[in-house]
C-alpha cells in the first residue's frame, strides 16, 4: 500500500518569493485536503477537493495562496509573495470512499512540507 | 467556538502502563467522527482510531481503545501497555455535518513515556 506523499519534505525560502509544494494522495482516493499546522498547534484546514473539483477554501487561503489538483491525482499548493508569516508544517490528507476506511472517510496523512521563510 | 478541547498539554507514564489522554468536544449535529491521531517528532498524522456517534461500543484497534461517553461529550484514548515508542503528540480531531468532510483538530497532548 502506498500511502501519501509529499514534496519536498523541508523548504527554505527568503521572503518575497514563490514557493510550491505537491501532494500525491493514496490512487484510489478521491478526496484530497490540505491542512496548515503552526508550532504547538492542531492542524487547520486550508482546503478540499474532490477529484478536481476545489469544494472548499478556508479564510486562512489568502489571495496568495492557490491550489489545484489538474485530473483529480496530485495536487499543488502554491504561496506567492511568501510572508514570514507563512513559515509552518503544510500537510496533505487524503480520503476515498473505498477499502477499509470507506465508512468512516478516514484521512490519511502525508508526511508535510515544513517551510522556513527567513 | 472551540470545537475540540485537549486539556493535558503534556502527559507522561510509565513504559508498560496506561495512560488515557481526554478529549471533550462540541457539537450540535448528531451524526458525527471522532478521530485520533499519532505525531512523533518526524512530523507525520498517523492515523489510530474513529468512533462514529451512531457506534454502540466503544471503538478498539489493538492497544488503542476509545473512551466514548456521548452525554458527557467526552471521547478519551486510552494506551494500554505503552511503549517507548508511543512518545508522540497525540490529537483528538472530529467531523461532523457542520464542518463538511474536513477535520477540526485540538491542540494535542505531548505523551511521554519513561523506561
Known amino acids: 500500500d502506498t500511502g501519501v506523499s509529499q514534496d519536498p519534505r523541508h523548504k527554505i525560502t527568503k521572503r518575497g518569493q514563490n514557493v510550491t509544494f505537491r501532494c500525491d494522495p493514496i490512487?484510489?482516493?478521491?478526496?484530497l485536503y490540505w491542512y496548515r499546522q503552526t508550532l504547538g498547534q492542531g492542524p487547520e484546514f486550508l482546503t478540499y477537493?474532490?477529484?478536481?473539483?476545489?469544494?472548499?477554501k478556508s479564510r486562512l487561503l489568502s489571495d496568495r495562496f492557490s491550489a489545484e489538483r489538474p485530473k483529480g491525482s496530485f495536487s499543488t499548493l502554491e504561496i506567492q509573495r511568501t510572508e514570514q508569516g507563512d513559515s509552518a508544517m503544510y500537510l496533505c490528507?487524503?480520503?476515498?470512499?473505498?477499502?477499509?476506511?470507506?465508512?468512516?472517510?478516514?484521512?490519511?496523512f502525508g508526511p508535510g512540507t515544513r517551510l522556513t521563510v527567513l | 467556538a472551540q470545537k475540540i478541547t485537549q486539556t493535558q498539554p503534556g502527559m507522561f507514564v510509565q513504559e508498560k502502563e496506561a495512560v488515557t489522554l481526554d478529549c471533550t468536544y462540541d457539537?450540535?449535529?448528531?451524526?458525527?467522527?471522532l478521530f485520533w491521531y499519532k505525531q512523533p517528532s518526524s512530523g507525520e498524522m498517523i492515523f489510530l482510531i474513529y468512533?462514529?456517534?451512531?457506534?454502540?461500543q466503544n471503538a478498539t484497534e489493538g492497544r488503542y481503545s476509545l473512551n466514548f461517553q456521548k452525554a458527557r461529550k467526552s471521547a478519551n484514548l486510552v494506551i494500554s501497555a505503552s511503549q517507548l515508542g508511543d512518545s508522540a503528540m497525540y490529537f483528538c480531531?472530529?467531523?461532523?455535518?457542520?464542518?463538511?468532510?474536513?477535520?477540526?483538530f485540538g491542540k494535542g497532548t505531548l505523551l511521554t513515556v519513561n523506561p
Open positions: 468512533q462514529g456517534s451512531y457506534d454502540e
Open positions: 490512487s484510489e482516493h478521491n478526496r
Open positions: 457539537t450540535s449535529d448528531q451524526s458525527y467522527g
Open positions: 477537493f474532490q477529484n478536481e473539483a476545489q469544494l472548499e
Open positions: 480531531a472530529m467531523r461532523d455535518r457542520g464542518s463538511n468532510y474536513k477535520l477540526t
Open positions: 490528507a487524503s480520503s476515498g470512499t473505498s477499502g477499509r476506511a470507506r465508512s468512516t472517510d478516514t484521512q490519511y
